[in-house]
C-alpha cells in the first residue's frame, strides 16, 4: 500500500516539542509541551503549557531548560491540559526532532489517563538526513546554526517546535514543495539516531546472523539477533515500535555491527554467547553471569528417589544422568519443588524442602504416603517421583555419540557446522573452500541456555536433514583439523 503523501502545503501538522524530567517515558513525566499547528502551509494553532509532573526534577534538567521547580509546582498536571493537546494534536502529522521520544511520552501520559492516543509520526531527524546527507550533525542545535533558524531558548518546548516549523519552511524555500513533500512522505513513520546515517543503515544485510550496538565510546550496549538483520535493526528505531522500551538505546546508538550467520541455530548460540561474555548494557534479564541451582536425583539407602538442590557455576556432561532441572533462582526451585510435592503427594523431607528425623509435615496432612518412615513402596513414590519432573528433566542425549548440525549458506558457497555431543557444543566453526574459521569458541561443558537452543532445534522436523551422527573417530579428527586451522 502507498504512503499517503504528505507535505507543509497540502497536510495538517503538529509539530511538537516536550521537555521531560528523565530520558525514559517508562520512569520519566512530561514538564512543557508546545505544539504548532500548522494547516496547509498556515499557523492556525499554537498551544504551550508547563505541566506539573507531580515529582522532584532533577537539578540538571533545571540547568539544561531553564524551568524552575517552583514554577512547575504551580502548573496543571497532565491531566487537566489533556482534552487542549489531544485537540492541537487531532488529526495532524506529529512531526517532531526524534519524534520516537516525544510521541512516546505523550503515548504514555495518555495512557496513564486510560486513554490510548495514536498518530502517524514523520521525524525531523531523520528528514534532515534524507535531505542534507552531506552532513555529518542533524540534532537540533546543529539545524538551528546551520540554517539561522530562530530560536529565542534552546530546550523550551514551544521555541524548539518554533524553530522545527522555520526548518521545513527553510526546506521548503530551497528544495521546492514537491521534493520536500516527497522526502516527508517518504521518511513518515521512520526513525533512526541522531548519531547514525541511513546508509550505515541500509548497508547492513538482509540475511540471518547477530547485531551489536554501540555507544559514543565504543561500549557494547546492545546484542540481538534475526533472520534479517537490517530489518529488525531499522524495527529497532521504528516509530511504531514499542516506543518506551529502547527509546534511551536509540539515543545513544553510535555504531552497529552485524555478524551474519548461515542459519538461526547459528545466530541464536552466537547471541547467547556474546551475551555472556560480552554483558552489554541493554541485555539486562540475559547479560547477569548467575550460577545455576542444579537439582540433582539422589537415592537413599531405602531406595526411595531424593533431590538435592546445588549451586554450580557448571555441569560437567557425565553428571547429566542424575540432573533434574536447572534454575536460574533459589526462590524459582523452592517454589517449583513445593507445587510438584502438593500436586503429586512428593514427600517434602526427599524433596530437600523440610530437615527433620521424623515423617514431614505432608504425611501429617495425609498428603504424602509414608516415603518418609518407610511405609510407602519405593518403586510406587519413584514413579511418582520421576513423572512429576518428566517434562522439566533434562533430556537424556538421544544420539549414540557426537553429531554434526551443519547450515548452509543462501549461496551455497558454504556454511557453519555445529559439532554437538552430550549437548555441549564443542566446535562452531565456519566452512568453505578455504578451511574453518571458528566462530564460537567451543566449551567442553554443559550450557544450559545452550541446552535449551539446541533441544528446541532437534524437536523440530525440517531440521533433521541438516543433522548427522558421527563415529568418535569422525568427531576426534574434525576437531583436531578445525582446531590445527585456527
Known sequence: MAKRSIGIRTGILAIVDTETTHASPLYGRIIEIGVVRVEKGEVKKVFHSLVNPERPIQPEVELVTGIKAAELSSAPVFGEVADRVRK??????????????????LRNEFRRLGRSFSALCLDTVALSKRLYPEYLHHDLSSLISRYNLACNHRHRALDDAKALWEFLR????????????????????????????????RGLPEGTGVYLFYGKSDELLYVGKSVNIRRRVQSHFSLTGAEANGLQLLQQTHRVEA???????GALLLESRLIKELRPVYNRAARRKRNLNVLLRGCTREGYATATLELRDHVDPDELSSVLTVFKHRTQAREFLTEIARENELCLKLLGLEKTKDSCFQYQLHRCHGACVGEEDPRAYNARFDAAFARRRIQAWPFKGAILITERNEDDTGGEMFLIDQWCLLLSARHSDDGFQEVIPGLERFDYDSYKLIARFLKERRNRKKIRVLTTAESTALLAEARTEN
Open 88 to 105: 492541537v494534536l487531532d488529526g495532524a502529522v506529529f512531526v517532531a526532532h526524534n519524534a520516537k521520544f516525544d510521541y512516546a511520552f
Open 170 to 201: 527553510h526546506a521548503e524555500s530551497v528544495e521546492g514543495d514537491r521534493r520536500l513533500s516527497d522526502a516527508m512522505t517518504a521518511v513518515t513513520g521512520e526513525s533512526t539516531p541522531p548519531h547514525l546515517s541511513r546508509a550505515s543503515l
Open 259 to 265: 555478524r551474519p550467520t548461515s542459519g538461526e541455530l
